[in-house]
C-alpha cells in the first residue's frame, strides 16, 4: 500500500508566503547516471519515479543546472510539462561541473542570468518558481550575486530567491540585498552542524531544505532502530518522519531512481511521531 501524502500530517508549506507545497519533495539528482553524471542508466524509470511522485502527491520538485548537467531538468520537462498547477520546481546555478565529483562555484552575475534563461527554456516555462544560489563564489561580490537574482525576479524571470550551503551570517547579508526565500544546507539526523541556520529560518520563516536528508544513519542499533520498529518502519523513513516533525520550514527533499524506493520514502510523511520520540532522535546529535 502506498501513500498519498498530500493527506498526511506532515502538511504543506508556502514558500515565500505564496507557494505552497506539500513538505515531503523529491530531489531528482539521483536521476542521473549513477547519481553524479550523465544520463539516467534506466531512462524509463527515470520517467516513471517522477510521474509517479505526482501520482502520490508531490508538489515540490528540486533541481539543479549541474545536474547531470541539465539532465535533471530536462527529464523534469518530458516527465511533467505541462505541469499540474500545484507543481513547484526549484532550480538551482553557480555551482559548475567538470566531472564527476567536481564542483566550482561560479556567481559572475552574466553566468547567473544565462543559466537562469537556459533553465527557462529546458523546464518550458515562464518563470522559475525558486531560483537558488547553488553556491556562493567568493571571488565575486555577494551583492553582484544576489543582486542579479533580484534582477531576475524584478523582470519576472523568478518568483523566489534561495541560497545553498550558508551561514547565518551569509544569510542575513543576503537578505539585506533581496528577500530570500529558502536556504539549501546538508542536514539529516545525522549530520546537524545546521541546526543555528534552521532556528534561524524558522525565526523569520524562511523555507529550510535540507539535502541528502536521510545520510549518515546513526547505525542500526540504539534508539533509531527502537523507534522504527515501534512503528513498522525503515530507519530512512523515521528519518524522514524525524525531519517532518522538527520543524514546520522543513522542507526534506529525498531522491531516488526507482519507483519502489521513492513508495517507501513517501509512506514517511504519515508517520507520527510522539513528542518524546522526536526528542530522543533529536538528541541523537550528529556532526
Known amino acids: 500500500m502506498t501513500t498519498d501524502i498530500s493527506a498526511t500530517p506532515s502538511g504543506t508549506y508556502s514558500i515565500g508566503g505564496d507557494l505552497p507545497v506539500v513538505r515531503l519533495g523529491y530531489g531528482t539528482m539521483q536521476l542521473t547516471g549513477d547519481g553524479v553524471w550523465g544520463p539516467p542508466k ?3 524509470e527515470a520517467i516513471a519515479v517522477l510521474r509517479r511522485s505526482v501520482e502520490l502527491g508531490i508538489t515540490f520538485f528540486d533541481t539543479a543546472d549541474s545536474y547531470g548537467p541539465v539532465v535533471a531538468e530536462e527529464l523534469l520537462a518530458e516527465a511533467l510539462h505541462p505541469y499540474a498547477d500545484d507543481v513547484v520546481i526549484a532550480t538551482k546555478a553557480g555551482l559548475t561541473r567538470q566531472g564527476p565529483g567536481i564542483w566550482t562555484p561560479l556567481g559572475v552575475p552574466a553566468y547567473l542570468r544565462q543559466q537562469a534563461e537556459l533553465s527557462l527554456r529546458r523546464l518550458g516555462v515562464d518563470a522559475i518558481d525558486l531560483f537558488q544560489l547553488h553556491r556562493i563564489d567568493a571571488a565575486v561580490p555577494l551583492e553582484d550575486q544576489v543582486g542579479e537574482l533580484r534582477d531576475l525576479q524584478a523582470e519576472g524571470k523568478i518568483r523566489h530567491i534561495g ?20 536556504v539549501q544546507n546538508r542536514f539529516s539526523l545525522g549530520t546537524r552542524n545546521a541546526d543555528d541556520l534552521l532556528a534561524h529560518c524558522e525565526t523569520h520563516d524562511i523555507a ?6 536521510v545520510a549518515d544513519h546513526t547505525g542500526d542499533a540504539g534508539p533509531l532502530a527502537d523507534i522504527a520498529q515501534a512503528h513498522g518502519a525503515t530507519l530512512t523513513q523515521i528519518a524522514l518522519a524525524w525531519l ?7 522542507l526534506p527533499i529525498p531522491g531516488t531512481s526507482r519507483v519502489a524506493h521513492l513508495e517507501q520514502n513517501t509512506a514517511a510523511a504519515a508517520i507520527e511521531l510522539s513528542d518524546l520520540e522526536v526528542a530522543t532522535l533529536s538528541s541523537l546529535g550528529g556532526r
Open 42 to 44: 534506466d531512462h524509463a
Open 163 to 182: 541560497l545553498s550551503e550558508v551561514s547565518v551570517e551569509e544569510l542575513e547579508a543576503a537578505r539585506a540585498i533581496a528577500p530570500i526565500a529558502s
Open 208 to 213: 529550510f531544505i535540507p539535502w541528502r536528508p
Open 244 to 250: 517532518l516533525h522538527l520543524s514546520p520550514v522543513m
